[in-house]
């Protein structure tokens, strides 16, 4: 068979289950479109991406708004996009994707940490963004210096242009070997995954904004930056206002937007197309709690995005509900709790729930927090809770469960 016909095959065949999951209310079609095409011609993705400007964005938190941010962007500027920004990331996800929109000519595809290295090779991508690396899915993705090592083998001497977190050593580690790096400073230098210096072992420096290793290994200076309210972009301030809720988003506009800067985009009209957006992969949902009450549900997965959770809450006196499932979309192994610094929730009323609703309960109060409530049932912890003011942070299976009901 020939390639025209093969490809020809796997998208007619992919297309066709893909109407049969949505029919049968199975799913919406995404992943099972791009797992037939990919069984019946493996190179697919190749041919779909050919001729199209295609940006692969990866990074262990972040990449849906990201995606959803430059998606915006481009569209706002009158260039037809396809994605797919609602977080089917897997290589069946992007390649759904893709055949989704043949005549667009440009992609912007959210990908998952483990399968760029795959991504690379099939889709040839004009430029490649990337954010942080951070413990996520451990029965798949292993240690975070697994991830980083295939990608600094992957892009070792890639001709393709690369946006990059400059504050996380990982990353600045993984694409050294890069010629063409536009270094964006997020605002964001955790220490929970980066303690060792990837490039010899020791102990890194890491002060309150910087981070460098007595070998000489060292944060690289930011092309593109966050000020107060504006993006610094090579000297010019762009004004930065985001209608999105808690402040992370404000590291992923700063991705976004260097990538908009990267493509040719004009970044201020880039900046005021990311501005108008109110929720990005259907990921902003309030829940009922049953007693009147509504909660806001916010996807906690891993330590990184714990932490930036916990920076918002310690202090505030908003209650909160930890809903952690052990699925495989969560990842097998929640051991990463331990790692998580609960201790600043110390004054706030909590609550546990979920299959993992235990060993949340005692990393809890081993960290001085003795939760209100150990349930099963997130709307059962979440009545249990005093205040008008709940969120709900929870692990993907249970965030995608009720933000389906929502």
């Known amino acids: 068979m020939s390639s025209r016909l093969r490809t020809a095959a796997a998208l007619?065949?992919?297309g066709l289950a893909s109407a049969?999951?949505?029919a049968t209310g199975r799913g919406h079609g995404a992943q099972i479109r791009g797992r037939v095409a990919l069984a019946v011609d493996p190179e697919v993705p190749r041919t779909l991406a050919a001729g199209r400007r295609v940006v692969l964005v990866s990074a262990t938190n972040g990449k849906t708004a990201t995606t959803s941010m430059l998606t915006a962007a481009l569209r706002d500027s009158g260039i037809g996009v396809t994605t797919n920004a609602n977080g089917a990331n897997l290589l069946a996800g992007m390649t759904s994707a893709l055949a989704a929109d043949r005549a667009a000519p440009a992609a912007v595809l959210e990908c998952?940490?483990?399968?760029?290295?795959?991504?690379l090779e099939l889709m040839a991508p004009e430029l490649l963004v990337l954010g942080n690396l951070s413990r996520d899915q451990l029965d798949r993705h292993?240690?975070?210096?697994?991830?980083?090592?295939?990608?600094?083998?992957?892009l070792s001497g890639l001709p393709t242009a690369v946006v990059a977190s400059n504050s996380d050593p990982n990353v600045a580690w993984a694409v050294a070997d890069v010629a063409d790096v536009t270094w964006v400073d997020t605002g964001l230098v955790s220490r929970l995954d980066n303690a060792i210096c990837p490039a010899c072992e020791e102990l890194l420096d890491l002060s309150a904004d910087t981070w460098s290793c007595s070998c000489g290994f060292h944060r690289p200076p930011a092309d593109v930056g966050l000020g107060d309210g504006v993006l610094l972009v090579r000297g010019r301030s762009v004004p930065l206002n985001l209608r999105l809720p808690w402040s992370w988003q404000r590291a992923n506009a700063a991705l976004a937007l260097a990538a908009a800067d990267r493509l040719g985009l004009d970044v201020e009209a880039a900046a005021t197309a990311v501005g108008r957006l109110d929720e990005v992969g259907?990921?902003?949902h309030r829940i009922a709690v049953g007693d009147g009450r509504s909660a806001e549900l916010v996807l906690a997965k891993n330590p990184a995005s714990w932490a930036l959770i916990i920076d918002e809450l310690a202090g505030s006196g908003r209650s909160v509900v930890i809903a952690q499932d052990d699925r495989a979309a969560d990842g097998t192994d929640p051991s990463w709790l331990w790692d998580?610094?609960?201790e600043r929730l110390v004054g706030c009323p909590v609550a546990t729930a979920g299959t993992r609703t235990l060993d949340v309960a005692v990393r809890l109060q081993h960290a001085g927090c003795r939760p209100v409530a150990v349930e099963s049932d997130v709307e059962a912890a979440a009545a249990a809770l005093p205040g008008d003011e709940v969120v709900v942070a929870a692990s993907y299976s249970i965030f995608r469960r009720l933000g389906i009901r929502s």
């Open 12 to 14: 007619g065949a992919g």
């Open 20 to 22: 049969l999951s949505r």
């Open 112 to 119: 998952d940490e483990a399968n760029l290295p795959f991504a």
């Open 142 to 154: 292993l240690e975070v210096r697994r991830i980083a090592e295939r990608w600094r083998s992957e």
């Open 282 to 284: 259907n990921r902003r």
């Open 340 to 342: 998580v610094p609960f």
